[in-house]
């Protein structure tokens, strides 16, 4: 078969998706754009798991970091809503007060005991593995608000559930990041809201069986990272992280192709003997994928299949690392459901420092949720909270009967960097001194919104 008949064959074998297609095709291509396609590949895989290393080192192994929550396998609660202050995740919630933990689970399970809080507010904990996939969720919409014990386990726990155990959770990796969404109905509510944190609980398997502890897992030397080093030391982190990830069952190709970079789990990258003209294509290639991955992410408009289980996942790594780029640790859309919202009706991008705006609510009616709903901005650059001189970061549900509205009812959202007068301040969304991305949050969304017949009324250039 000569070269054109091999370029043919890999193409057609290429387009049934397969990872024995993409080798074929890869035989008709120069060594560099092998490797460069390769790299590709590899990098889409793992940002994520760098994205959420860099949150996981800040929250629970970095003791001097101002982001810090607590060390492993030990909640850390935060008695307050996001802020500007709060840099660790891109586009944060600042909905809810959050708990948070971290989760080592290689010596052995931990029991997490959620309490019975009252049925009109909504709790959740979010369970994600190392690959930033939901592996599962405690709380309200799976368990109801009656609370109880839950087992997290670890992909090589192969013990029985003790007695009192209402579920087991098993992570796929054994470092995870977990958080606790806890529903705040209004600022005054907030000692109620930390009272219910006070409440949450961990504790390893053994102590819950009053047993002697097995050994400890061997000691990690977690290296630092920072946003810098998270894309010039991309491949370095790669490395090391995948020795917590084993391979998802249908990975197992997949991951011994990366060998073919040096990308080896828990060893040096790249390794002593490697070539350096073929590291560089990687590094080259690495950065030049994470510019397709920030201009994939802009032209985003809802979380629908961003987010989910591993099954739910598989094969899409390309939208698994849009969502961490765009909006790590988002919600199963049965949990939440995120419109994304960074072009006005016209298509032009949305900047406050050029216009103001406006989001109509038509008859007052506002988004269709068994929980709560909310609109929050964000400075369109760094993707986190935009500060402000009134300190406000959304309008939710919680400020509905302050909402001023129109004769005919509507409820009209003023999205702009300055008041639009003293009537007209309890609606505004104040704007930042540039682009600007909205993202609206339905949590438990009503059946319309899951059956595509709800959507968000967008945003208009305010006359």
Do not use: C
């Not at 810090?68 to 709060?86: E, M, Q, R, S, Y």
């Not at 946003?227 to 790669?238: G, I």
């Not at 197992?252 to 828990?266: H, K, N």
């Not at 505004?428 to 969304?445: Q, S």
Request: net charge neutral; hydrophobic share 40%.
């Amino acid at each position: 078969m000569n070269r054109r008949e091999t370029l043919k064959a890999g193409m057609a074998a290429a387009a049934l998706g397969s990872w024995s297609a993409a080798q074929a095709l890869a035989m008709a291509r120069p060594a560099d754009e092998r490797v460069a396609t390769l790299a590709r590949d590899a990098y889409i895989y793992a940002l994520p798991m760098v994205e959420n290393y860099y949150s996981i080192y800040n929250y629970a192994i970095d003791e001097k970091s101002s982001q810090f929550k607590a060390l492993f396998n030990h909640i850390g609660n935060v008695a307050h809503v996001f802020t500007p202050d709060d840099t660790a995740v891109v586009t944060p919630n600042s909905d809810t007060p959050y708990s948070f933990m971290m989760v080592d689970l290689r010596a052995e399970p931990l029991v997490v005991t959620l309490p019975e809080i009252e049925a009109n507010r909504y709790y959740s904990m979010q369970l994600v593995d190392l690959y930033t996939h939901n592996i599962g969720y405690l709380g309200t919409r799976v368990d109801g608000n009656g609370g109880g014990k839950f087992l997290l386990a670890g992909p090589d726990w192969n013990g029985d559930a003790p007695a009192g155990i209402r579920r087991v959770v098993r992570f796929t990796t054994s470092i995870g990041f977990t958080l606790i969404r806890t529903q705040l109905f209004d600022p005054e509510d907030l000692p109620n809201v930390v009272a219910i944190q006070k409440r949450y609980k961990v504790e390893p398997l053994s102590a819950f069986l009053g047993v002697s502890a097995p050994a400890p897992a061997a000691p990690i030397a977690w290296p630092a990272i920072d946003r810098r080093t998270s894309e010039t030391d991309f491949w370095s982190y790669a490395a090391f992280l995948l020795q917590f990830a084993p391979p998802l069952p249908w990975e197992s190709e997949t991951r011994a192709r990366f060998g073919e970079l040096g990308l080896i789990a828990g060893h040096e990258w790249p390794p002593g003997d490697f070539p350096a003209e073929q590291a560089d294509v990687i590094r080259s290639t690495g950065d030049q994928t994470r510019k397709e991955i920030d201009a994939g992410v802009a032209r985003l408009t809802s979380s629908k299949g961003l987010f989910g289980t591993p099954n739910q996942m598989k094969g899409k790594y390309w939208e698994r690392a849009l969502a961490a780029k765009g909006g790590l640790y988002g919600n199963d859309l049965d949990e939440t459901y995120y419109p994304i919202i960074t072009v006005d009706n016209h298509g032009q991008r949305l900047d406050t420092s050029k216009h103001d705006y406006v989001m109509r609510f038509a008859g007052g009616v506002l988004p269709p949720v068994n929980a709560f709903w909310s609109l929050t901005l964000y400075d369109g650059v760094t993707k986190l909270l935009a500060r402000n001189p009134i300190q406000r970061y959304l309008i939710n549900s919680s400020m509905e009967k302050q909402l001023a509205r129109e004769p005919n009812g509507d409820i009209v959202i003023y999205i702009q960097k300055d008041s639009p007068g003293a009537q007209l301040e309890s609606n505004w969304l104040p704007g930042a001194a540039g682009p600007i991305n909205l993202v609206m949050r339905l949590y438990l969304p009503k059946p319309e919104v899951l059956a595509g017949k709800w959507s968000n009324p967008g945003v208009q250039v305010r006359s």
